[in-house]
T-cell receptor, first 111, second 113 residues
Framework: DTEVTQTPKHLVMGMTNKKSLKCEQHMGHRAMYWYKQKAKKPPELMFVYSYEKLSINESVPSRFSPECPNSSLLNLHLHALQPEDSALYLC??????????FGEGSRLTVL | GESVGLHLPTLSVQEGDNSIINCAYSNSASDYFIWYKQESGKGPQFIIDIRSNMDKRQGQRVTVLLNKTVKHLSLQIAATQPGDSAVYFCAESISGGYNKLIFGAGTRLAVHP
């Protein structure tokens, strides 16, 4: 199994809603990542988890709250988002330094 | 700030021609570089990587060249095919840290029959 699986693929939410994005990998990778990608832009790093602990937070607003329940799962909890937060949210994992394996992304629309 | 960038936002080639996508980086401490391909509606897909102790690395139909003197990276695709049409990103990181991979701006490759 060499996949990173993200759910849901599409999410529409209002600014007062609370929702979560989920990511799962079964490759035994110890590092997991959240990236945000706006249209026609490169992915921008948000968070890095290493051995289930948050190691990098790229000054992301607190309305985005990551969680790593175990080594295979990574969540991104969303609350009080703004329309400008609409984007493709990409999860990735890696065995260590080197290549990141990306999921297909969750496309978020905030109304 | 330090960044990774590309010279051309769009590259159009004829099917069968060779393609060259360029990337400039500014962080001299970066020692690991990756090229990713991203098709519409999909996540980035690994193409090839190179470490700073190498100048060239070849894969299947792809070659990455690294020029540390001028901080330049290029991706060469031989015999470009319609399936190669996508956005290509270079990315850089520094070994020894938490694998903080930073992406460049991207180049769209359009392959015409």
């Amino acid at each position: 199994d060499t996949e990173v699986t993200q759910t849901p693929k599409h999410l529409v939410m209002g600014m007062t809603n609370k929702k979560s994005l989920k990511c799962e990998q079964h490759m035994g990778h110890r590092a997991m990542y959240w990236y945000k990608q706006k249209a026609k832009k490169p992915p921008e790093l948000m968070f890095v988890y290493s051995y289930e602990k948050l190691s990098i937070n790229e000054s992301v607003p607190s309305r985005f709250s990551p969680e790593c329940p175990n080594s295979s799962l990574l969540n991104l909890h969303l609350h009080a988002l703004q329309p400008e937060d609409s984007a493709l949210y990409l999860c990735a994992s890696s065995p260590g330094p080197g290549e990141l394996f990306f999921g297909e992304g969750s496309r978020l629309t905030v109304l | 700030g330090e960044s990774v960038g590309l010279h051309l936002p769009t590259l159009s080639v004829q099917e069968g021609d060779n393609s060259i996508i360029n990337c400039a980086y500014s962080n001299s401490a970066s020692d690991y570089f990756i090229w990713y391909k991203q098709e519409s509606g999909k996540g980035p897909q690994f193409i090839i990587d190179i470490r700073s102790n190498m100048d060239k690395r070849q894969g299947q139909r792809v070659t990455v060249l690294l020029n540390k003197t001028v901080k330049h990276l290029s991706l060469q695709i031989a015999a470009t095919q319609p399936g190669d049409s996508a956005v290509y990103f270079c990315a850089e990181s520094i070994s020894g840290g938490y694998n903080k991979l930073i992406f460049g701006a991207g180049t769209r490759l359009a392959v015409h029959p």
